[in-house]
């Protein structure tokens, strides 16, 4: 199947910095990209959808501009958790679609966050 | 609006058949997933089923879905202490944004028992 890369795995950081986290289509070009969220023993929550070229969408109850989502070329997307604070503290993973119709998504390996 | 529903735990022991079951409510669905997480790991697409087929088998996992319910089901052959992990049913439906939102499920946990 298709590969997702997403770095870093794990960070800790301290409350107030930002954190990047970086999602690559390694061997496919997606104009889309979504990006996801995951609190412990719950399923994956849509935060947005990147879009190459664009402004990302955001679901609805998610602060943009506390996410900010960058799409710059047709393999990356970058998710920056700006002014982190504990209650950000999550795992956040990235997926996207192999085909223009986003039939198959396939997922990055996740990005465990720990704000202390 | 869609929604996934799933049970959150299975226990089997090594080597009886599992099946992890999931109801779902957008019968505009076009495509079913089952995607596995190992602990700290992302989400493993195991398979997919096309909503207007009924069954689908890749040689341990078999997939059954009954539209007019809106229910799937995957079975789990011969299940293997490997097999422990969280199981996520999904759904995706089409956008207005023309792309496939996907939908998860809670999860249900197998627990494989030597």
């Known amino acids: 199947g298709a590969v997702v890369s997403q770095h870093p795995s794990r960070v800790i950081c301290k409350s107030g910095t930002s954190v990047k986290i970086e999602c690559r289509s390694l061997?496919?070009?997606?104009?889309?990209m979504f990006w996801y969220r995951q609190f412990p023993k719950q399923s994956l929550m849509l935060m947005a959808t990147s879009n190459e070229g664009s402004k990302a969408t955001y679901e609805q109850g998610v602060e943009k501009d506390k996410f900010l989502i960058n799409h710059a070329s047709l393999t990356l997307s970058t998710l920056t958790v700006t002014s982190a604070h504990p209650e950000d503290s999550s795992f956040y993973i990235c997926s996207a679609p192999t085909s223009s119709t986003g039939s198959i998504q396939y997922f990055g390996a996740g990005t465990r966050l720990s704000v202390l | 609006g869609e929604d996934v529903e799933q049970s959150l735990f299975l226990s089997v022991r090594e080597g009886d058949s599992s099946v992890i079951n999931c109801t779902y409510t957008?019968?505009?669905?076009?495509?079913l997933y089952w995607y596995k997480q190992e602990p700290g790991a992302g989400l493993q697409l195991l398979t997919y089923i096309f909503s207007n087929m009924d069954m689908k088998q890749d040689q341990r996992l078999t997939v059954l879905l009954n539209k007019k319910d809106k229910h799937l089901s995957l079975r789990i052959a011969d299940t293997q202490t490997g097999d422990s992990a969280i199981y996520f049913c999904a759904e995706s439906t089409r956008h207005s944004g023309g792309y496939q939102k996907v939908t998860f499920g809670i999860g249900t946990k197998l627990q494989v028992i030597p």
């Open positions: 061997d496919f070009q997606a104009t889309t």
């Open positions: 957008d019968s505009s669905s076009t495509y």
